[in-house]
């Protein structure tokens, strides 16, 4: 066998030692290659600090709020207006109703009412007032207002063009008429029916007494009737006063049952008089409220029926005279309840500051941070691919030195 065949053979058996793999990063030689591709990366920087510019214009937005007291709601009923709140369907309804729908500012709240949490993020309601607020918007609460009771509701709008705030005053008309109905649809239909009912139970209550006295009437003549025919019956004398029980009565002398029956019918009679001014007390509410639930169905907005309650309240008392004592205080019981009512829901409801003028520009993030942040996302992006363009044109060098050896 020749010598050059034999040693062929043993290098192919004989086992070559593993080479050695180096993992170590030359920074000199990553530091060279980012800087012959420091044309890409300045590039891709400067399309990422455009694009973080860009970002920045296109989230800028308009904003204005203000904080509008809602006495009467607190933390523990607001549960009840929450969810007639954040209804798109019923500030729909409210802007078609006040004939609001086709202006400026109602052609932005349709569109917010058509966002899912456009109203929840723009009512939220506030639960605590802190001295700062109070200096800062020039009130000062009571102690019971500052302790468990909502002070308000916060409205905020944000829309990309500039509003001067004015839909915020809406909202707030939006938020006045649903906590007004959301409050009366209950009252007024459960008054309605409470004073119906009065009035009937009243009623039979007075056929009962009427029956009462004939009998007692009857009783009582019965009674003379003895006395004319007994003479000596009169002269009977029970100088004894006693309680007796319901029925035992009969064992006095006539005279001074007579005198028994005619007390209880005199109280008898005077119940009656004051049921009877109940009655008539109970049948004048009962039209008001009744009269005031239809027209609650009927109002446009809240702040109109308040207004109307007095129409209402007039037409309830058209045939009654008010000279009459019960007539008169059941009016005046009405006029003070309806001031009451137009002091917390006309008056009460108020903004702590007028929010015309509070509108201001956001942008997030602003120019300058949406600079920044893009320029140095592309300068790191830049850098990536500066690398792996490398790493692709080395490694198709060492396949082309491969081929060629």
Request: proline content about 4%; hydrophobic content about 40%; overall charge neutral.
């Amino acid at each position: 066998m020749p010598a050059y065949s034999l040693q062929y053979s043993l290098s192919m058996q004989t086992p070559q030692p593993p080479q050695a793999y180096d993992d170590e990063i030359d920074l000199r030689q990553l530091v060279r290659t980012i800087w012959q591709q420091k044309a890409l990366i300045i590039g891709i920087a400067a399309v990422g600090a455009a694009l973080g510019v860009g970002a920045s214009i296109l989230s800028t937005k308009y904003v204005s709020d203000g904080l509008f007291l809602t006495p009467g709601v607190s933390a523990p009923n607001y549960k009840r207006f929450q969810s007639v709140l954040s209804s798109g369907a019923r500030l729909q309804q409210f802007l078609h109703n006040t004939n609001l729908v086709d202006t400026a500012d109602g052609k932005l709240l349709h569109a917010l009412a058509d966002n899912p949490d456009g109203l929840k993020n723009a009512l939220e309601p506030e639960f605590a007032f802190t001295d700062k607020d109070q200096k800062a918007f020039g009130v000062k609460l009571t102690e019971d207002e500052q302790a468990g009771v909502m002070i308000g509701i916060r409205i905020q709008f944000a829309h990309k063009e500039p509003t001067q705030g004015s839909p915020v005053p809406l909202l707030a008309e939006y938020v006045r008429d649903t906590v007004i109905r959301v409050n009366f649809e209950g009252t007024m239909l459960a008054r309605c029916a409470d004073f119906r009912t009065r009035e009937q139970e009243l009623r039979n209550a007075q056929i009962a007494n009427d029956f009462a006295i004939g009998q007692e009437e009857k009783r009582a003549a019965t009674l003379r009737d003895i006395i004319t025919r007994t003479p000596g019956a009169a002269a009977i004398d029970n100088r004894q006063i006693v309680s007796l029980d319901k029925g035992s009565e009969r064992f006095l002398s006539p005279a001074a049952q007579l005198t028994a029956t005619e007390i209880q019918i005199a109280d008898m009679k005077l119940a009656d008089v004051r049921r009877e001014r109940d009655r008539i007390a109970s049948t004048l509410k009962r039209d008001y409220y009744c009269k005031a639930q239809d027209a609650l169905q009927q109002a446009t907005t809240g702040r109109a029926f308040l207004n109307e309650l007095m129409n209402i309240q007039t037409a309830a008392f058209q045939s009654q005279d008010k000279s009459i004592d019960i007539v008169e205080q059941t009016w005046n019981e009405l006029d003070v309840e309806r001031e009451n009512w137009t002091n917390t829901y006309l008056q009460g409801m108020r903004f702590v500051a007028p929010p015309e003028g509070t509108e201001i520009k956001q942008r997030k993030p602003g120019l300058a941070l949406g600079l920044v942040l893009g320029g140095v996302l592309g300068g790191m992006l830049g850098m990536f691919v500066a690398l792996v363009r490398a790493w692709w044109k080395n490694d198709n060098k060492q396949d082309e030195v491969r081929s060629q050896a």
